[in-house]
């Protein structure tokens, strides 16, 4: 692969500038969000991002076709680069991160070491085909079904993440997550793929916006450019959860946020 690819050119970064609003020196004084998780994953703390201004997530819950940006596709590199350099940095944290975008990950791990205190779960799109074999790189597979399909392989069935661990504990041999359609996403009937119901764009987009400005803020952080030293932080958990809302951000998409 073409290392010279995936370089931030200076007109890049002029440009990020003059979409966000924002100069790379703000950009240096801001710090990743965490975020303390509610309902079953209350106890979990998160790092999140802005679904709603992602195009693959756009397109995938809301039909919306990805509109042309001004800034090239990085296949998520530089958003990855970031994670990783978080989760080097905290070896003491086992890290799970859920992600539908198997092909960024491929591309990434085909030439970068994957940390061995990270969980990748494939986040299966199809409500109902369970994917028993996860994707290269992958650890497990993470399934939704209709609540009266395959009750007896569900194995995610409402009880907190911090008492059951199932998805967060490493080497205990579970390569598949089996869990039915949560309650609050059935205003999309019968949804042939879980997007369709996303729980994220319609909490975002209600009752969760006032989430929006740390959440957009941790996507432009991690997509835009490399993370400094002292934007890397130390953190006090055990486990933490990447994207319980939003997804990996093509580099791209800044260039999208404001049209």
């Not at 074999?133 to 079904?145: A, G, I, S």
């Not at 579970?174 to 059935?186: A, G, L, N, P, Q």
């Not at 991690?222 to 002292?230: I, K, Q, T």
Request: aromatic share 8%; with cysteine; glycine share 4%.
């Amino acid at each position: 692969m073409n290392k010279e690819a995936f370089a931030i050119k200076e007109s890049d970064m002029t440009s990020i500038d003059t979409l966000l609003g924002t100069t790379a020196i703000e950009r240096a004084t801001w710090r990743v969000r965490f975020s303390k998780m509610s309902g079953k994953l209350i106890d979990i703390l998160a790092i999140n991002f802005d679904t709603t201004i992602n195009s693959f997530c756009r397109q995938q819950a809301l039909g919306i076709k990805r509109e042309v940006s001004v800034l090239p596709t990085d296949y998520g590199k530089q958003h990855l680069d970031n994670l990783m350099a978080v989760i080097r940095h905290n070896p003491h944290c086992t890290f799970a991160m859920w992600t539908k975008r198997k092909d960024f990950i491929k591309r990434y791990f085909d030439v970068n070491t994957k940390p061995d205190n990270l969980i990748l779960i494939y986040s299966n799109p199809v409500v109902g085909a369970i994917m028993k074999e996860p994707p290269v790189y992958f650890d497990r597979t993470f399934n939704n079904v209709p609540e009266d399909k395959h009750v007896e392989l569900q194995n995610c069935t409402g009880q907190k993440c911090i008492e059951c661990m199932l998805c967060y504990t490493q080497g205990n041999g579970v390569t598949t997550i089996v869990e039915k359609v949560k309650s609050y996403t059935k205003k999309k009937l019968n949804p042939k793929r879980i997007c369709e119901a996303c729980y994220s764009m319609s909490m975002l987009k209600t009752f969760r916006k006032n989430c929006i400005p740390a959440f957009r803020r941790n996507t432009i952080l991690f997509a835009s450019e490399p993370l400094r030293p002292e934007q890397i932080p130390t953190i006090n958990a055990a486990y933490v959860r990447i994207s319980g809302h939003g997804e990996l951000v093509d580099r791209s998409d800044l260039g999208r946020i404001m049209t």
